[in-house]
Each structure stands twice: as C-alpha cells, then as structure tokens.
C-alpha cells in the first residue's frame, strides 16, 4: 500500500505541542513507509480561523523541519466540492432534505432526555414526504444513517471499538445556508486526498465513526485510523496552559532546539525499547503505531531540558551561533561584531557543555562580547589580595608570546607556584576578572578565546 497520511490543523490558534506531535506521527509514519505527507489547513470556521494561526502553522511545521508533500489544502476554498457529494448523497436517496426549525430540534432533544435517551434528532424527516415540506424553511441536507446494527473500528492504537449505530443520530452533512459541515468536508478531503491512514487525537475517535458512515454511503474505501492518546500535564490532568500547553514557537523561545523537540514530542506515547536519543534517520527506522501506548503521556519539562541539553552539546558551533544570536543581540540591543562573532564561534566548545537551552547559553556567552557587571558572589574577589595575585600574572602575560591554552595554564601555574597559592586560589580571582562571574568555562580556553590584548585589558581594569 502506498501510504498517505496529513496533518489537519485548525489554524484557530497557535500550534500547541499536542498537535506538533500528531503532525510528527504522520511524518514519521509517512517516511516509516516511504509514503507521503500531506497538510490541510481546517479553515472551515471562519469566525476562528486567522490568517496569523495559518502562519504559526506554517512556521511551526518548517522550525521542526516537517516537510509535507504537494501544495496544502485549504479545507474552505473546497466548500463547493464539500457541497457537491452531499447533493450527490441527496440523489442517491443515501441523504434527506431536514426542515426541523431549531425550536423543533430543541423539543426533540427534550423529550428524549425526558425519556432518559441522549439528546438526539429523532429522524423526523428521513421518511417524511418531501410533499409536506414548509415552503418558508430553508432545509439542511442530513445523511441516512443506519438505523439498526453497529460499527466496529479496528483502530491501530485504540483497538477494536464498537458503537450500537442506534446510538447515532442522521447527522448534517449541509447546513441550511448550504455550507458543509466539518464531517462531511474531513471526509470529502480525506478521500480525494487519498489519505490511507488518519492518526489524530482520540478525541476525534467518537467523530470517526460518523465519519465512516459518510464514507460507506459515498461508497468510498475507509481509512486506516490511529487515533492517539492525548498529552497530558505532569499532575495526570488533561494539559492546559498552566502546564506548557504553548504553541511551538514559545519553546523556540524559551531556547529548545527543534531536533530536540523533536526527539522529545516523538517519544511522547511512543517508544522503541529503551532507546531516548534518537537521531532522525533511528525514528525513520523504528516508528510504527504499534509501540503508541494506550494511556496518555505526560509533559515533563525537565526531561525535554535534558535532551535539549544533550543536543546542544552535538550542535556545530556555528549551528549554536546563529540559533543564539537573536538572544544574545536582544540582551544587547544591537548587533554583534565581528570580534564577538569570532569570540563567540571559538568559545561556544566550552559553553555548549554547560548549558541546557539557548537562553543559558546565551547568558553564559555574553561575557565575550561585554563584561558584565559583577554579581554578588564574585564581587567578594575583589581582595587586595587577589589583585595581586592577577597583577603576577598580568606580568608574566605580558612577557609571553605563547597565548596558546597550555602555555597560559603552566603561566599561571608558575605565579601559584611562585606566590605559594593554590591554583584555585588564581583561578577564581581570574575567572572573576574574565567573565564577571564566578561560573564559566576553563579560564585558560577564555583567555584563549579573549586572546592577549582584550585578556590584559580585563585583568588590568580589574586590579584597578
Ligand atoms: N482539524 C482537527 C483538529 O485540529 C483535526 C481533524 C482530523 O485530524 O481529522 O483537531
């Protein structure tokens, strides 16, 4: 089978990491079997749907660099296509005309809540004649649902699922202003998508067996669905936005890498053995639906900080320079130099190793383009005494030509030996004098990175 799968967003909103991971899924499942992966933008509710969200989604889809096949569909400019089966269904004696006024609506769902049945239409119209029809109404077309038996999914996460098809009324297809329905469009797109498998939320598993309904009156093949647990917070409850239910672009912002992202979101109710790092071409390999787990997953931030932490350290240096460049010319307000540029490319060895998103690492680089203020833990080197201790080796540096990282830690190791200092007892003076902070990477790689002229000049200001 050449497999088909989309990711049909709603652009009501900004991307939030729950559909990232449904948009994953398809992905990867799609490249799992050489098939394709489509995108639908579900703009059919024209009250929420944006032009702004429609960017997030492409924006977002593009940072996790999830590539989709052919040009997007746009649900709403497929309203007449939508329309069109539904006539066809009419024709077909497979749909009727309904001309039940909301009021009538209301009082059938009444009576059957009083007769303790769900609140549904009764099916009024669906052998009525059309004879009696009111002329001043204007009619919804609904589908002939089955009345009797029921309908099984075999669901490649869920299982088998069954629903008593009396428990289902002859729902909508066209509205009485002759717009589609979203069941009906879903359906009508996904079929002339050829879409071969829907992997979703499981909050669309109750909408899927309307939905194949539709699909057994257009005569049209059922897709395979997978509908997947959704995420949840880390208390267990179903993830709102006090728990980081945020679009993608807040994690871009608060300095996650998307590969990071990505390897975190796919091991979200999936798993391969084990395994928690996983490059790209490894998931590829291994997603299938069969390993999604039933229940559903939680959000831990501090696992995705973690795996972040592990991919910055893999990342090139200039991958890191370029991803933290608009962090750290927002602290700066302006743009970096060139002397930064190449402070920074040289000196992102020491700092990947200690940062776990690109806000820390940017907080951790800006001493190479400005020296910070003293915090409050290193101000309390500024002794009489570690000034001389710096003044000795602001000496000896100016006496050397070798500037290379070894040459500067046997430097200063001599003035320890020299003043009967620890080293530590240098260090951190230096380390202070350096970066402003009492934190950093090895002072002899900064004082490499810094090179000779700017290292003196810090040294020098500090012992004055
Ligand atoms: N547009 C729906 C949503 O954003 C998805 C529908 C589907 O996947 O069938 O929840």
Same mark, same amino acid.
């Given at each position: 089978m050449n497999v088909v799968t989309r990711f049909a967003p709603s652009p009501t909103g900004f991307l939030h990491i729950g559909g990232a991971r449904t948009a994953l899924f398809n992905w990867f499942f799609a490249k799992h079997h050489q098939g394709k992966f489509l995108l639908r933008i579900e703009d059919t509710d024209r009250e929420r749907s944006t032009d702004v969200a429609v960017d997030a989604i492409f924006e977002s889809l593009k940072w996790l660099d999830l590539d989709f096949d052919d040009k997007p569909v746009f649900?709403?400019?497929?309203a007449n296509r939508h329309a069109e089966i539904a006539h066809d269904l009419l024709k077909q004696g497979k749909a009727y005309y309904c001309y039940c006024s909301p009021e009538e609506l209301e009082q059938m769902r009444e009576e059957a809540r009083q007769n303790g049945k769900p609140p549904r239409y009764s099916g009024f119209w669906r052998d009525r004649d059309p004879k009696l029809a009111p002329t001043n109404v204007k009619p919804v077309i609904r589908l002939k649902t089955p009345q009797t038996g029921e309908l099984t999914i075999e669901d490649l996460v869920q299982g088998s699922v069954c629903v008593q098809?009396?428990? #289902? @009324?002859? =729902?909508? =297809? #066209?509205?009485? /202003?002759g717009t589609p329905t979203y069941m009906l469009s879903v359906v009508v797109d996904d079929h002339d998508m050829n879409v071969t498998h829907i992997i979703r939320g499981d909050d669309h598993l109750t909408n899927a067996f309307r939905q194949i309904h539709i699909y057994h009156a257009c005569g049209w093949d059922v897709p395979i669905f997978a509908h997947i647990p959704l995420i949840h917070g880390p208390d267990g409850a179903k993830l709102s936005k006090r728990h980081g239910a945020l679009g993608t672009e807040a994690y871009r912002d608060m300095g996650f890498l998307p590969e990071a992202m990505c390897n975190y979101l796919i091991r979200l109710g999936w798993s391969? $053995? /084990? @395994?928690e790092i996983m490059s790209r071409e490894q998931i590829i390999q291994w997603f299938d639906t069969d390993a999604i787990g039933k229940s559903p997953a939680r959000l831990d931030l501090a696992k995705l900080t973690h795996i972040n932490a592990h991919y910055l350290r893999e990342t090139s240096n200039q991958r890191l320079l370029d991803l933290s460049r608009e962090f750290l010319t927002t602290k700066l307000s302006r743009q970096l130099t060139t002397t930064e540029e190449t402070r920074l490319l040289r000196g992102m060895n020491g700092l990947k190793q200690r940062a776990k998103t690109l806000i820390e690492l940017a907080d951790a680089a800006i001493f190479y383009c400005v020296l910070p203020q003293l915090d409050d833990k290193a101000?309390?080197?500024?002794?009489p005494e570690a000034k001389a201790l710096i003044q000795a080796v602001v000496s000896n540096i100016e006496a050397t030509? /070798?500037?290379?990282e070894s040459a500067l830690e046997n430097l200063v190791r001599q003035v320890a030996e020299q003043t009967n200092q620890k080293l530590g007892n240098i260090a951190q003076p230096l380390r202070v004098a350096l970066? $402003?902070?009492?934190?950093?990477?090895?002072i002899f790689e900064i004082m490499d990175v810094l090179e000779k002229e700017e290292t003196l000049n810090r040294l020098k200001a500090f012992i004055k």
């Open positions: 649900q709403f400019e497929r098809n009396n428990q #289902l @009324d002859d =729902l909508v =297809l #066209l509205r009485a /202003d391969h $053995g /084990d @395994d101000i309390k080197f500024t002794t030509t /070798d500037f290379t970066t $402003g902070s009492t934190i950093s990477p090895s």
